[in-house]
């Protein structure tokens, strides 16, 4: 009589008994093969996840060519305006819209300033915002800071005022 719990069919179709020792053999086997395996490449992964990585290091640049040198030289000019104007103009807040850079002025000073004045100082704020690049122009969108009434718009190339 052959009992049904040691029967195994094996893949070339033969009838072979397989003792439970043998079997148990075969599953401890395979988790030792797993343990052995698995378990200290999941240590591995975790120790590299847990150790600090340094910084890729920076590129070397080349110098400057004078191109641009001469967009940084200008760059600081018109960061330099800039700041005077914020200091001690009309220019009372600057954001960076989606659309146009936005500036709230003083809008009584503003009106006093010649149209001159007004065009070099949106021509400092679209240099400020293309790091200086000649080929390249912001727009600028003026608001007078209490109301927030449009006074005036630099498309890159135009000033129309309000």
């Known amino acids: 009589m052959v009992k049904s719990f040691g029967t195994d069919l094996c893949s070339d179709g033969s009838n072979r008994f397989i003792y439970p020792q043998q079997r148990r053999f075969s599953i401890a086997a395979c988790c030792v093969i797993w343990l052995l395996c698995v ?3 999941s240590r591995a992964h975790g120790q590299t996840e847990s150790q600090v990585v340094p910084p890729a290091p920076t590129p070397q640049l080349g110098p400057m060519t004078q191109e641009q040198l001469e967009m940084a030289a200008r760059f600081e000019e018109c960061r330099r305006k800039l700041q005077e104007e914020r200091t001690s103009g009309p220019i009372t807040a600057l954001r960076f819209g989606s659309t146009a850079i936005e500036i709230d002025v003083d809008g009584t000073r503003w009106k006093a300033m010649s149209f001159d004045a007004k065009l070099a100082l949106v ?8 790091a200086g690049n000649p080929r390249l122009n912001a727009r600028v969108q003026v608001l007078d800071h209490l109301d927030q009434q449009k006074l005036g718009y630099y498309d890159g190339a135009v000033l129309k005022l309000q």
């Open 39 to 41: 378990f200290p490449a």
């Open 123 to 130: 021509q400092t704020i679209s240099c400020y915002a293309v």
